[in-house]
């Protein structure tokens, strides 16, 4: 974003030539990163950039942003890729999109991701999968992977996407770019559909961590139509970067067990020496109960999809069956066409241990357990500043390798699950490649509200390597 910035200022271009530019390079991009384009309200939005330039000095003046399609767009369809919603046209921004479009960001479009964020590698999309820019053969993660593409293959300066248990940073781990998961509150959810209302968080998809720096400072804050979002003062973020020297780096011996790919391992702890040869102070430590996310995090994010997801009948938007004599036949006729397979099996399981007599016995246990996920987190930050370790426990593999494997693609979000139950920030930052030329994402995470320690390393780190400037 700083890039196209300087573009206008400096080498005097026209967002409407810089705009124009990207779209063509869209329409003939074969990634499949977007399912909607508004060319025309693109457009618009950079002639109006230019009359704004010359007065501002805002950064985000004419920089093209693309948009997650679970995120509510006025008056361009947000579909969330599901059959469901063919068709639906919000009437009303999220709030994260009005601040953008204040800022005088240009908005492009809505880009690809796994059926209603459910998934990590864009195949539940119902208009198939995005591809990695690395290797079109291989998934771009999930399930913010239109948003990562896009941003990995310059047809945006930076991208919004939403993570409930690893979806920003997964994919920005995956196709080598900067995603931030910022702390639960911290940025509005109002016009975010939800998935699991107690984990999602939207967040930035950057090249950089200082683009992310800039996106995320436009679109925090505190807002009334979010009953969850907090009224916080934030400490900002230097964009020069964080001195270092004498930071406490937590590394968790958990984070480095069994099932962890060596070429990841190589890469991050490769990331985590920089670190401290840049003058951080690294140690081991333990978070016990972190073995169980996985299982904390299907229980409780499935049983808030089967609340949030029984919306979705065909009476008042999105599809509805033809034909059906009654009222149950069309709600079982609707459902049933209009969800895929991973949406329904998440349904499913979620309605299972929110029923009588199996309530207590998993969703009440996994909220106690969550609860001694966060306590393990306090802990570990009384003794730290920040932690590290891997973003993912691979690099990006096959569209079609785990296909008939739901339960390991599950397993995926092993590293990046804990932050959104204990509603910490997290950023994945690239660290390094594989033998295959595959990119390899390092995680730092950092207490609730602390994006500035996060960024500001973030910034150091990316100053002091280029892993961030190779492109596909």
């Known amino acids: 974003m700083l890039a196209t910035a300087r ?19 869209i329409r003939t991009d074969t990634h499949n990163a977007f399912i909607t384009v508004d060319e025309q309200g693109a457009l618009e939005s950079a002639r109006q950039a230019e009359k704004l330039i010359e007065s501002s000095d805002d950064p985000l003046i004419g920089v093209p942003i693309a948009v997650k399609d679970n995120i509510c767009t006025k008056d361009i369809r947000t579909t969330c890729a599901s059959n469901i919603l063919t068709g639906f046209t919000p009437t009303y921004d999220a709030t994260v999109v009005e601040k953008l479009k204040r800022r005088g960001a ?46 990995a293959l310059n047809l945006c300066a930076g991208a919004l996407g939403s993570d409930t248990g690893g979806s920003i940073r997964m994919p920005a781990s995956f196709c080598g770019i900067t995603g931030l998961k910022p702390t639960y509150g911290s940025v509005s959810r109002y016009g975010l559909v939800a998935f699991a209302s107690s984990l999602d968080q939207i967040g930035p998809m950057t090249s950089s961590a200082r683009d992310a720096a800039l996106l995320f400072d436009a679109v925090k804050g505190h807002d009334p139509l979010d009953s969850t979002s907090v009224p916080q003062e934030y400490l900002p973020t230097d964009l020069d970067g964080l001195d270092l020297d004498g930071m406490r780096i937590g590394v968790p011996d958990d984070f480095f067990a069994e099932g962890l790919n060596p070429e990841v391992e190589q890469a991050v702890r490769f990331g985590i020496s920089i670190l401290e040869n840049l003058g951080a102070k690294v140690r081991r430590i333990r978070l016990p109960h972190i073995r169980y996310g996985v299982a904390v995090y299907y229980i409780i994010a499935t049983a808030e999809a089967s609340s949030n997801l029984a919306r979705y009948d065909g009476v008042r938007y999105g599809s509805r069956a033809p034909h059906a004599e009654d009222l149950v036949e069309m ?4 459902r049933s066409k209009g969800f895929g397979a991973e949406v329904k099996r998440r349904i499913m399981l979620g309605t299972y241990v929110l029923s009588a007599g199996y309530y207590e016995a998993y969703y009440k246990k996994a909220s106690e357990v969550r609860s001694l996920i966060a306590s393990d987190f306090d802990e570990a930050f009384a003794e730290c500043d920040l932690i590290a370790g891997p973003a993912s426990p691979v690099t990006a593999f096959g569209l079609g390798e ?10 995926l979000d092993i590293y990046t699950i804990p932050a959104n139950l204990a509603g910490l920030p997290a950023l994945s930052i690239p660290c390094g490649f594989d033998t295959e030329g595959l990119p ?18 973030g910034i150091s780190f990316q100053d002091h390597t280029k892993f961030h400037q190779v492109k596909p």
């Open 7 to 25: 573009k206008y200022r400096k080498s005097g271009k026209s967002p409407v030539d810089e705009i124009e530019e990207i779209l063509e390079r």
């Open 106 to 151: 240009v908005i492009l479009g809505k880009t690809n991701l796994d059926e209603f964020a459910m998934g990590s590698t864009t195949t539940t999309s119902n208009i198939g999968p995005s591809l990695n820019p690395w290797d079109p053969g291989r998934t771009p993660g999930g399930s913010s992977g239109g948003s990562a593409a896009a941003v």
């Open 331 to 334: 709600y079982l006729e609707t």
């Open 402 to 411: 785990m296909a008939d494997n739901p339960l390991s693609i599950y397993l």
């Open 440 to 457: 390899v994402g390092m995680q730092l995470m950092a207490p609730c509200f602390r994006e500035d320690l996060l960024l500001g390393a």
